[in-house]
């Protein structure tokens, strides 16, 4: 599975951007996907996933109320759009994929096989 993901860059507090994955490579449709974010010197940490149907979503604290993530089965594609953006969501956005990801680990970077190179996100005045 390939990942490409897209739509970073900076941003003033308070506003938007919308990141994009594309995944090619396999059944989109079987796969849960997520997004991450990374900050220097810090672990890897859970955002946002959605499962195979799009029918179950799940957040971090930190985002939720904030983020939403959406699929496209059709397309292929994995959204987060991100609104009310402050500061602290400064990071490197990954997009992950994975096939056998069970509830438990939804959060759990180890739960994904797959992840694509990261965009970076910039809040700042």
């Known amino acids: 599975v390939q990942l490409q993901a897209s739509g970073g860059g900076l941003v003033q507090p308070g506003g938007s951007l919308r990141l994009s994955c594309e995944a090619s490579?396999?059944?989109?449709?079987?796969?849960?996907m997520a997004w991450f974010r990374q900050t220097p010197g810090k672990e890897r940490e859970f955002v946002a996933a959605?499962?195979?149907?799009?029918?179950?979503?799940y957040y971090a604290d930190p985002v939720l109320g904030r983020f939403i993530i959406s699929r496209d089965n059709i397309k292929n594609t994995v959204n987060l759009q991100m609104n009310s953006l402050k500061p602290e969501d400064t990071a490197v956005y990954y997009c992950?994929?994975?096939?056998?990801?069970?509830?438990?680990?939804?959060?759990?970077?180890?739960?994904?096989?797959?992840w694509g190179q990261g965009t970076l996100v910039t809040v700042s005045s």
């Open positions: 490579g396999r059944t989109f449709s079987r796969l849960d």
């Open positions: 992950a994929a994975g096939s056998t990801v069970i509830t438990s680990s939804v959060r759990s970077t180890h739960a994904y096989h797959y």
């Open positions: 959605t499962r195979r149907s799009g029918g179950h979503t």
